[in-house]
């Protein structure tokens, strides 16, 4: 298998596993799951920032946000500096529902990574951010030109 093949794939298991595990306690898309990964540890952020966060366009994270609001597991306000743009967060209730996920994608990665030796994935994790910088810039338009 080659290896954006692979990436692919296993993105897509982990959509999967995570919807179907999140589904047992609360049914969350894997979008939503995406922006409440975003706003985690933050106090507040636009749509603009969590949709450059998860690579997603901001219409889509807007939508998003009305089902996450809908749920009251995020709270939007209007910027007083900026008053065309909103100001998420996440609701109190969103606490336990991260704690959720946090304990699904342990369980994911703990499983994911089995068999493989510890210098190996720390090799693939570094590996995999320059990839990671390498493909943002491509989507950026700021690629290194000396090919």
């Not at 450059?52 to 009251?72: H, Y």
């Not at 510890?118 to 030109?145: I, W, Y």
Request: charged share 25%; hydrophobic share 40%.
């Amino acid at each position: 298998m080659d290896l954006m093949s692979g990436i692919s794939l296993i993105a897509r298991h982990l959509r999967i596993y995570s919807e179907r595990s999140m589904s047992t306690t609360i049914d969350l898309s894997f979008p939503e799951m995406q922006v409440l990964m975003a706003l985690s540890g933050k106090k507040e952020a636009n749509q603009e920032q969590i949709a450059q966060i998860i690579g997603i366009d901001k219409s889509s994270v807007a939508k998003t946000l009305s089902k996450l609001e809908g749920r009251s597991l995020v709270t939007r306000r209007q910027n007083p500096v900026n008053k065309r743009e909103n100001l998420v967060s996440l609701a109190p209730a969103a606490t336990c529902v991260l704690k959720g996920m946090g304990d699904v994608y342990s369980a994911w990665e703990g499983d994911v990574f089995a068999g493989v030796e510890p210098a190996d994935r720390k090799t693939f994790e570094a590996v995999l951010e320059t990839l990671t910088a390498n493909s943002s810039a491509l989507v950026d338009g700021n690629a290194r030109k000396e090919r």
